[in-house]
C-alpha cells in the first residue's frame, strides 16, 4: 500500500472518530454554559491536556521543526519563547481570569466599566487574533495533505484548506466547547507520542549523542557552524540594525503574546475552581514543556536526516519537515514499510493537531461575537441563552469562510511565523487591557477601549505595510510592493503603543468606580463570588 493510501485511511478513521466525539458532546450541550464553557465540568488534568492540544499547534510541530530545521539556532528561538511565555499565562494571568469572569475575555473588562464600548472592543479583538492564528493551522493543514497525497498543484491545496475549514466548523457547530476540548484531549495525547517515538528513533539513530546529532545536521544544511550560531536567519549582516530589532520584537511578541489569546483564555472558564484553574496550568506547562525540548530534535533530526535542501524542496517554508522526518525515522527502523506506516501515522496526528486548534479559535472568535458583541451589545443583555449558542454557531461559519478566503494567500508563510504575527496583535491589544483592568485601580472604560484599539489597529497595519505581505520574495503578494515598516513582526513598537493608549485614555478620562475595582480584586484574589457570577 503506498503512502498516500495508509494517510487517506489514518485521516479518515482520525475524522471519524472526532466526529463521534463531537456528536456525542453535542447531544450533552444544551445550555450557553455547556457551549463555551463544557459545562465547567472538566479537571485540572484533563483542562491541562487540553491546553496543550489547543496550544501545540500546527505552527509548534510542522512549524518550529521546520523552521529550526532551515534556520539551525535562530529558529529554536521560537520553541524557547512559546515556552516562556506560559510562565506569564501562569503567573499573571491564569487564576484571576478564572475567578474574574464566566465565558470571554471581555467578562473582565466589562466587570467594572461602560460594558457595551468594551465588550464591543474586545469582541472585535477577539475575532482578529482569531483569524490571524487560523490562517496559520489552514496553510500547515495545506502543505501537509500536499505532501501526503502527492498534491503539488494550488488547486489541490487550496481544496485541501476548504475541506480542513468545513471540518473545523462542524466541530464548533456541533460540539461546542465540550466537544472541542475532548478532541484536543484525544490530539495531546497523540501528539506527545507521536513526537516521543520520532524523537527516540532520531537520538538512537546518533547513539543518543546530541553533539553528534547537531553537527551532522550542521554539515547537512549546507551552512557549516553558522547553522548552530545566531545570526543566519536574524540579525545578519544584510539586515542590519533592523534585523537585530526584529529578533527583539519577536521575542516580545511571544513572550507576552500567550497571556492575550482568546482561545487560551476561554479554557479557564472550563474547569469548576480556581485550584483546578491552576492545576490545569501547571499540567499545560509540564507537557508543553516537554514537547518544546523534543522539538530540537525533530528540527535538528530534519536537517541531518533529511537534509535542509529536501526540506526547502518539498515546501519552501519547511512546513513538511517533521513528516519528511519520520518517514526517514520509519525507514531505519523497518525499511520502506516502516517509512510509509510512521510518515502516515505522523501526518494524521500532524492533521489531528490543526483539526483541534481550529476548532479552539474558531469557538473563541463565534463565542464572543455571540456573548459579546450580539447579546451585550446589539441585544443589550435581552437575549436568552438560546438565541446565544444559535448566532455563535452562525458566526463559526462567517468566520471559518474568513479564515479559509485568507489562508489561500497565506501559504507561502511559514506557519510558525504566521502565529507570531497572531501573538504580537494578542499581545498589543489584548495584553496591555487585561493587565490594567486586573491591576490598576485607576484603569477606566477609555483606557480600555484606547488599549485594545491602539494595539490592535497599530500591529494590524504595521504588518500589512511590512515585507509579510509585499514587497519580499516569500510575502503574500510577492509581485506587488508597497511596505515601508522594515520589521517582520511590528512587536517591539505595537505593544508599547497598546500599553500608553491605555494609560492615555485613562488619565484623560474621569470616570473612576473604586467599589466596583475592590470587589474584582477580591473576586480574582479569592474567587469569592465568581462561582456566583457564572450563574448568571
Known amino acids: 500500500m503506498s503512502h498516500e493510501a495508509l494517510s487517506t485511511i489514518l485521516f479518515l478513521i482520525f475524522v471519524a472518530g472526532t466526529l463521534g466525539i463531537t456528536f456525542w458532546a453535542s447531544r450533552n450541550t444544551k445550555t450557553a454554559a455547556d457551549y463555551y464553557a463544557g459545562g465547567r465540568s472538566f479537571s485540572g488534568l484533563q483542562n491541562g491536556l487540553a491546553i496543550g492540544g489547543d496550544y501545540m499547534s500546527a505552527a509548534s510541530f510542522l512549524g518550529i521543526a521546520g523552521i529550526i530545521a532551515l534556520s539551525g539556532y535562530d529558529g529554536f528561538l521560537y520553541s524557547i519563547g512559546f515556552l516562556v511565555a506560559w510562565l506569564v499565562a501562569l503567573l499573571l494571568v491564569a487564576e484571576l481570569m478564572r475567578n474574574s469572569g464566566k465565558f470571554t475575555m471581555a467578562d473582565v473588562l466589562a466587570f467594572r466599566m461602560s460594558p457595551r464600548p468594551v465588550r464591543t472592543a474586545a469582541g472585535v479583538s477577539t475575532i482578529v487574533v482569531s483569524i490571524f492564528y487560523l490562517l496559520a493551522q489552514m496553510v500547515g493543514a495545506g502543505a501537509l495533505v500536499g505532501l501526503l497525497l502527492g498534491i503539488h498543484s494550488e488547486a489541490g491545496k487550496i481544496w485541501t484548506i476548504i475541506a480542513v475549514g468545513l471540518l473545523m466548523i462542524i466541530y464548533v457547530v456541533f460540539g461546542g466547547m465540550k466537544g472541542t476540548t475532548w478532541v484536543q484531549i484525544v490530539k495531546a ?20 549523542n546530541l553533539s ?10 549546507g551552512k557549516g557552524e553558522a547553522f548552530l550560531q545566531p545570526g543566519l536567519k536574524y540579525g545578519t549582516e544584510a539586515q ?4 537585530k530589532i526584529d529578533l ?18 476561554i479554557r479557564f472558564y472550563t474547569v469548576p475552581t480556581a485550584r483546578d484553574a491552576r492545576k490545569s496550568v501547571q499540567w499545560g506547562i509540564g507537557i508543553i514543556g516537554v ?32 513528516p519528511q522526518l519520520a518517514q526517514k525515522a520509519g525507514e531505519i527502523l523497518f525499511g ?29 472568535s463565534s463565542s464572543s461575537f455571540a456573548h459579546d458583541l450580539y447579546a451585550h451589545v446589539f441585544k443589550r443583555g435581552t437575549a436568552t441563552e438560546r438565541q446565544e449558542v444559535v448566532v455563535a454557531r452562525i458566526a463559526a461559519f462567517v468566520i471559518g469562510a474568513i479564515s479559509i478566503a485568507l489562508s489561500i494567500f497565506a501559504q507561502s508563510l511559514n506557519v510558525a511565523f504566521l502565529v507570531a504575527l497572531a501573538f504580537a496583535v494578542a499581545a498589543s491589544g489584548n495584553l ?42 516569500t510575502s503574500m503578494f510577492p509581485d506587488s510592493d508597497w511596505h515601508w515598516f522594515p520589521l517582520s513582526n511590528p512587536g517591539i513598537l505595537s505593544i508599547p503603543i497598546g500599553f500608553l493608549a491605555g494609560y492615555i485614555g485613562t488619565i484623560l478620562s474621569k470616570e473612576y468606580n473604586a467599589a466596583k475595582y475592590a470587589e474584582i480584586e477580591v473576586r480574582s484574589l479569592t474567587g469569592l463570588g465568581a462561582e456566583k457570577a457564572a450563574k448568571h
Open 189 to 208: 495525547v497523540l501528539l506527545m507520542a507521536g513526537a516521543a517515538l520520532v524523537t527516540l528513533i532520531v537520538l538512537g539513530k546518533f547513539g543518543f
Open 212 to 221: 553528534g546529532l547537531l553537527g551532522e545536521a550542521a554539515t547537512q544544511s
Open 240 to 243: 542590519g540594525i533592523a534585523g
Open 248 to 265: 527583539i520584537s519577536l521575542g516580545l511578541a511571544l513572550v507576552l503574546g500567550t497571556a492575550g489569546l482568546p482561545h487560551i483564555l
Open 291 to 322: 514537547f518544546y525540548l523534543l522539538t530540537l530534535v525533530l528540527g535538528f533530526g530534519a536537517a541531518a536526516l533529511v537534509g535542509s535542501k529536501a526540506i526547502a524542496e518539498q515546501d519552501k517554508a519547511g512546513n513538511t519537515a517533521a
Open 336 to 364: 520502506e514499510l516502516g517509512g510509509t506506516i510512521l510518515l502516515a501515522v505522523i501526518a494524521a496526528v500532524a492533521f489531528a493537531t490543526i483539526l483541534a486548534v481550529v476548532a479552539g479559535l474558531t469557538l473563541a
Open 432 to 473: 496591555p487591557a487585561i493587565l490594567f483592568s486586573l491591576f490598576w485601580k485607576r484603569f477606566n472604560t477609555a483606557g480600555a477601549v484606547s488599549a485594545i484599539y491602539a494595539g490592535l489597529i497599530a500591529s494590524v497595519v504595521l504588518v500589512f505595510f511590512s515585507p509579510v505581505v509585499s514587497g519580499a520574495p
